[in-house]
């Protein structure tokens, strides 16, 4: 069997292959028999058709686990052995636009964590598809629930002034929260609703591919970095998220509050400039 034949899916101009969204392959590869596997991805690349989709993008990780775990046992003949990319194009999307569209798509009405009920929107993320840096929140608050849109008021105001401080434009970068609805009285997300939203934003950050991740505020650093460390002491060092460094910073709600550590959060930003100069 080979899924190079059987799926219908064009091929992708660069490498004249058919690729898989990483969706696919980390679905596929978790707890599945081979041909469960197979059974996923086909009716996940259907899905993708049906919404326009003339090639996917394929991520490293994910199809070297499948490769390994289900698909690349010459001896039975599987004949995946078609969908090896090179380590240089893998992670390459063609059309980040449409396989964010497409995330978004599967997001839907989203019912996956309590949050639901009390938000008027999902906040799904703004800006630049080749972002070079991505900035990333906690949760929307009462101004971005309304207008959909993260970091628009005045802790969205102070953001946009750091975005220009550092030499670029809000259009620029990409901005995106842990979880896309508010929580209850801006109250912090809790640990099941980071888990059932969190796996978006990975999506998101995996789509994006931004050369360094700014995480603004204690729940960001915390969940991005894994760890339980106090803010105070995440900032300003670099961490390493999915292979993308990362470099935790104080929530501009809260500079807002303490403007006196305005100054430490420019030193940070200063450091992710310099590791943009970096090849
Ligand atoms: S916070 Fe995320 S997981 Fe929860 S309902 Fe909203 S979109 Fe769904």
Request: glycine share 8%.
């Amino acid at each position: 069997m080979s899924i190079s034949i059987a799926l219908p899916v064009r091929k992708n101009d660069y490498e004249n292959k058919p690729v898989l969204f990483y969706n696919d392959m980390y679905r596929a590869n978790i707890n599945m028999n081979k041909s469960e596997a197979i059974k996923e991805i086909k009716k996940s690349l259907k899905f993708y058709q049906g919404l326009g989709f003339t090639h996917l993008p394929v991520h490293k990780t994910a199809l070297e686990g499948l490769l390994d775990n289900i698909l690349t046992d010459k001896k039975k003949k599987t004949g995946i052995t078609d969908l090896r990319v090179s380590e240089k194009k893998a992670g390459y999307i063609a059309d980040k636009q449409a396989v964010l569209k497409a995330l978004r798509g599967e997001i839907g009405d989203c019912q996956r964590c309590k949050l639901a009920k009390g938000r008027k929107n999902i906040v799904f993320g703004e800006g630049n598809y080749d972002a070079k840096i991505m900035f990333i929140g906690e949760g929307p608050g009462r101004e971005e629930d309304i207008q959909a849109r993260p970091f628009v008021g005045d802790a969205g105001k102070l953001l946009t002034r750091l975005i220009e401080k550092m030499g670029f434009k809000r259009e620029d970068v990409y901005i995106a929260n842990i979880v896309k609805c508010r929580p209850p009285n801006n109250r912090d997300p809790e640990e099941d609703e980071i888990a059932a939203c969190s796996p978006f934003l990975k999506q998101q950050v995996e789509i994006i591919l931004p050369g360094v991740i700014m995480s603004l505020g204690r729940i960001s650093a915390q969940t991005l970095t894994g760890s339980k460390i106090a803010i105070s002491r995440l900032r300003g060092r670099s961490y390493d998220f999915n292979g993308i460094p990362l470099m935790p910073t104080f929530h501009p709600a809260y500079l807002l509050r303490n403007p006196k550590d305005k100054q430490l959060t420019w030193e940070d930003a200063l450091k992710v400039l310099e590791k943009l100069k970096k090849p």
